[in-house]
């Protein structure tokens, strides 16, 4: 083990060992502000596949404990979630203990209690090492968002690889968010309508103001729905259900029963796909195939910002500016709607290589 100090220790592609042996997340020491010198990396008998790569037996385990699982945000979360579930649908015997951090935000912290009766228990961090039984499989995934592969593959692909799967032992179908459609769903009061969600966790993920109004419009026109979403939009077939949705229990209903979404690179999108609802998604720092390659209903929008390509997050003024040019230069004639698109393929949001320009690629205002 590896002593660190307070900057390496927050940004450790792992979870840390306190000085008084108890298994701790780098989040949870951020958000309070702790001091994170003395904190070492987890010991070797810990598995993690960004220290070194290996291949699980699951056929073997019983009990599997997901330490510092799948981060804390609701996007990275669900997509987590459906990688163990695909190893689940495997290996039907395995139970999961996933260790999260206490702090995470709660509406993140649901979903877990959503799916663990399809998987198992829920421990809150920290923990005593050796709480964890030195003879059951432990997986250390924490603070992904500093592990190099995180950047570099498909999430779905690195969440596999990081539980010592190989991601192309794993059908197209199985990385999909179906996990989701065995969740009970609230019942909502409502006419059909279509739904739009522009806000991702970060503002450069986040689909701007100016042109919130035309896509409600060419929404509205192109499905013929009254059109519901999440912040104010000024457009008289538009209704603001921000004010209904006042967890993530509602937030998941809203999407489940929409006839059709609108959204950025957010949690929206990995909703939408567990519930089958026909999407058309706008990525602007981060490839479609990297977050969604394998969704069968959603056509996505891809901007040529290569000075943002990477970036997990940014409010920074130049990067929302850049950021406005693009939607505003966007021809929103040439918008791209699921039902335009071949469903049938299990891979509808690919890679500019392998989708239509149409769906992936801006083109200039005429």
């Known amino acids: 083990m590896t002593t660190l100090d307070d900057v390496h220790a927050l940004t450790h592609a792992g979870s840390l060992l306190s000085p008084g042996g108890e298994i701790v997340a780098p989040y949870d020491l951020e958000v309070a502000h702790a001091d994170a010198s003395g904190f070492a990396d987890l010991p070797a008998n810990i598995l993690n596949a960004g220290r070194e790569a290996f291949d699980a037996d699951y056929a073997r385990a019983r009990r599997v404990h997901l330490v510092n699982a799948f981060g804390v945000t609701l996007g990275d979360s669900i997509i987590g979630l459906s990688a163990l579930f695909a190893v689940k649908r495997r290996h039907p015997h395995l139970r999961f203990t996933i260790y999260r951090p206490a702090r995470a935000p709660r509406y993140v912290q649901r979903i877990y209690a959503l799916a663990a009766p399809g998987f198992g228990d829920i421990v809150d961090l920290p923990v005593p090492l050796v709480s964890l039984p030195a003879n059951e499989l432990r997986i250390d995934i924490g603070n992904q968002l500093f592990w190099p592969r995180f950047a570099s593959m498909p999430m779905i692909d690195f969440f596999l690889w990081a539980m010592g799967i190989a991601p192309d032992s794993i059908a197209a179908g199985d990385n999909r968010n179906r996990w989701l459609a065995d969740v ?100 602007t720092t981060i490839p479609a195939f990297m977050r969604a390659r394998d969704y069968a209903n959603c056509v996505a929008v891809e901007f040529a910002l290569p000075h943002l390509q990477g970036i997990h997050a940014s ?33 509808a949001c690919r890679s500019p290589e392998t989708t239509a320009a149409a769906h992936t690629a801006p083109r200039p205002s005429r």
Not at 184 to 201: G, M, N, T, V
Not at 237 to 248: N, V
Not at 320 to 332: C, I, K, Q, T, V
């Open 184 to 283: 009970p769903l609230r019942a909502i009061e409502s006419e059909p309508y279509a739904l739009f969600c522009p806000d991702a966790s970060t503002p450069v993920r986040s689909i701007p103001t100016l042109v919130r109004a035309r896509i409600v419009a060419r929404l509205a026109d192109e499905t013929g729905l009254p059109v519901l979403g999440f912040g104010a939009v000024d457009h008289p077939r538009y209704r603001d259900i921000a004010p209904l949705s006042r967890d993530t229990d509602d937030f998941l209903a809203w999407i489940g029963h929409a006839r059709y979404l609108v959204t950025a690179d957010s949690a929206a999108l990995h909703i939408a796909d567990g519930f089958d609802v026909p999407t058309t998604a706008f990525f």
């Open 315 to 347: 409010a920074r003024p130049a990067d929302l500016d850049a950021l406005e040019r693009a939607y505003r230069d966007y021809d929103w004639r040439a918008m791209p709607f699921a039902r335009e698109a071949s469903i049938s393929s299990s891979s």
